[in-house]
């Protein structure tokens, strides 16, 4: 998969870019920041890092090591954390959070439809996966281009499954790409 260095969003002054040893502190604040907002619906993020040395690591040698990581910036504020990691059958699943202080503006929806028009330029397809109580990632979902497929059984419990349809039409040509 391409590692693009920047996405671009519909939204000027908001772009994904790709998680860089720079951003280790300002990530493990955010998320030391944001525990018990992050720790909803059984997600790892939180407890995956615990420390900044545990972020630093997450940057260097992520896992798996062809994930795209990227973080969600409007301007000069880092909001969040978008990532697409290939998976089986050349098919991405697609994750997100955005911090606490940041809900309710679009970056979730915004950063969604910019690295789920990215992926499926990159993979056969694209797929995201929630916790059935996550009500407001599956608006998140619906409002990005995917539709609901089915509720899966993982060692984890139940998730639901959605795969990437495509952004609405009106949105496609604000969408950029810069390496």
């Known amino acids: ?83 697409a990691t290939p998976g089986p059958n050349n098919i991405a699943t697609i994750g997100y959070w955005v911090a606490e202080e940041n809900q309710k503006n679009g970056y979730a929806t915004i950063a969604t439809r910019s690295m789920a028009e990215f992926a499926r330029g990159e993979f056969r397809g694209v797929q995201a996966q929630v916790a059935p109580e996550n009500n407001r990632s599956k608006r998140v979902l619906a409002r990005s281009g995917f539709m609901f497929l089915f509720p899966m059984h993982t060692s984890q419990g139940i998730i639901e499954l959605f795969h990437f349809i495509g952004v609405p039409a009106n949105l496609d040509s604000s969408l950029k790409s810069t390496q």
């Open 1 to 83: 998969m391409i590692q693009p260095r920047f996405l671009g969003t519909e939204r000027d002054g908001v772009i994904l870019k790709r998680l860089t040893l720079d951003d280790a502190p300002v990530l493990f604040d955010t998320i030391d920041a944001n525990r018990e907002h992050l720790s909803q619906y059984g997600e790892p993020t939180s407890r995956n890092n615990p420390t900044l040395d545990y972020v630093t690591d997450s940057i260097v040698a992520p896992d798996p090591p062809d994930a795209l990581q990227m973080g969600i910036w409007d301007r000069d504020e880092f909001v969040g954390v978008i990532n």
